[in-house]
């Protein structure tokens, strides 16, 4: 066996589920699950049915490298959400599609990370973070080095804090913006800095956009890593992989359909290691999401219904916590004030309500755990659900004092 596996930390949920084991919750309350960021609300009908319709196409082999239908819708909504000009991304050399973010962002680190270097390399991310970073550079043979996030920073990794040693022996910064769990969005100057620092030490960032249509103010987008590339006259993205996934924008996980798409002599060697890999998008699959792709008004609809549910649940929560709407995600990330994991399971074994504790998304470093007394609530469920379960999160805080 890889010895590599026994370096791994059990996933989030498999702790909560052992935090949960043996609790038997109200039987007269609904259990609501806000633990998971796995969208609920309805995908959009005429991508199911571009699926449906195309099933005899299971007879084929799909290519790795996705059909330029596929690759072209990628291409252009990357032009038209971020405003990159025509023609900025080629589509034959610039995006790759992928089975989902979380199987790309896996892949990419056993891609990129080098194997015959005197050192071991390093891999910078947020901390907390998306347990499949810190997993992709363990199983990779890499250390992962943590950059908290906190209130004093506002939730965006302090770059200029990372020790110039480990930045010499780094081969990827993972970026997360709009950030899970906080919803904080990293400003274009921030993203720029970190292309420098990418450009100065020669490694490469990987940027988890997969939020980027999830955000409060449609005067204000997030920018993508790809807008600072252009940003400093890198029209060729050198060093910049950003990833996206239909999952958030189009409610649509179980699709388990992405794209990834930047750097082309990056790509092109990652597309080799997933031609090994054998993970192809299925043509059924690749013609659903190029209809999803091309299509902006559905995503709007479904902003709008998150925006609905922070409208509705803040007002019932901020009387008992700190609650503030983010500026993406549909995260809350909020200091309880308490013991994170028991508050998690007392708020279960009273109100039948599922949350996750945040010291479960982050690692121990030498100034603490920054996900420790801080709880993570997904608003993934219908609005009135959200509403209901905001209310017995009001009672359960209350009634605690």
């Known amino acids: 066996m890889n010895e590599r596996l026994a370096q791994l930390h059990a996933y989030p949920f498999e702790r909560l589920a052992r935090l949960k084991r043996g609790i038997v919750p109200p039987g007269s309350l609904p259990h609501i699950a806000m633990s998971i960021g796995e969208p609920k609300h309805a995908p959009p009908a005429f991508a199911i049915e571009t699926l449906r319709s195309n099933l005899d196409q299971l007879g084929s082999y799909p290519a790795t490298s996705g059909s330029s239908e596929l690759r072209g819708a990628c291409a252009a909504w990357l032009q038209r959400r971020f405003q990159l000009g025509v023609a900025t991304i080629d589509p034959a050399t610039m995006v790759l599609p992928v089975n989902g973010t979380r199987e790309a962002l896996f892949a990419f680190v056993q891609a990129i990370?080098?194997?015959?270097?005197?050192?071991?390399?390093?891999?910078?991310?947020?901390?907390?973070?998306?347990?499949?970073?810190?997993?992709?550079?363990?199983?990779?043979?890499?250390?992962?080095?943590?950059?908290?996030?906190?209130?004093?920073?506002?939730?965006?990794?302090?770059?200029?804090?990372?020790?110039?040693?480990?930045?010499d022996r780094c081969a990827v910064l993972f970026l997360c913006s709009p950030g899970n769990p906080s919803g904080a969005v990293m400003p274009l100057a921030y993203l720029r800095h970190a292309l420098a620092l990418a450009e100065r030490y020669g490694f490469v960032i990987a940027a988890d956009e997969c939020y980027a249509e999830l955000y409060r103010d449609d005067a204000t987008p997030p920018s993508s890593l790809l807008n600072a590339c252009l940003a400093d006259g890198n029209d060729q993205f050198r060093r910049a992989v950003v990833f996206h996934s239909l999952s958030k924008r189009s409610s649509v996980p179980g699709l388990r359909s992405g794209f990834v798409a930047g750097d082309p002599d990056v790509l092109a060697s990652f597309l080799l290691y997933r031609t090994y890999h054998g993970c192809a998008m299925p043509v059924p699959t690749q013609l659903a999401s190029a209809a999803a792709w091309a299509d902006d008004r559905?995503?709007?609809?479904?902003?709008?219904?998150?925006?609905?549910?922070?409208?509705?649940?803040?007002?019932?929560?901020?009387?008992?916590?700190p609650v503030v709407q983010p500026a993406g995600g549909f995260y809350l990330w909020t200091d309880v004030g308490a013991d994170d994991e028991q508050f998690t399971r007392?708020?279960?074994?009273?109100?039948?309500?599922?949350?996750?504790p945040g010291s479960y998304l982050a690692r121990d470093t030498a100034t603490g755990n920054p996900g420790r007394g801080r709880v993570r609530i997904s608003l993934v469920a219908p609005v009135e659900e959200c509403v209901i379960a905001a209310e017995r999160i009001r009672d359960y805080v209350a009634g605690r004092r």
Do not use: C
């Open 346 to 356: 007392d708020l279960f074994a009273t109100q039948n309500l599922t949350i996750l």
């Open 113 to 167: 990370v080098p194997t015959n270097g005197a050192t071991t390399p390093t891999v910078v991310m947020p901390n907390p973070f998306y347990q499949i970073y810190e997993g992709a550079a363990l199983l990779a043979g890499a250390e992962p080095w943590y950059v908290n996030t906190t209130d004093t920073n506002n939730h965006i990794p302090d770059l200029d804090n990372v020790p110039e040693q480990v930045w």
């Open 298 to 321: 559905h995503v709007a609809l479904n902003r709008s219904l998150y925006r609905e549910k922070f409208a509705r649940v803040l007002p019932i929560l901020a009387p008992v916590l």
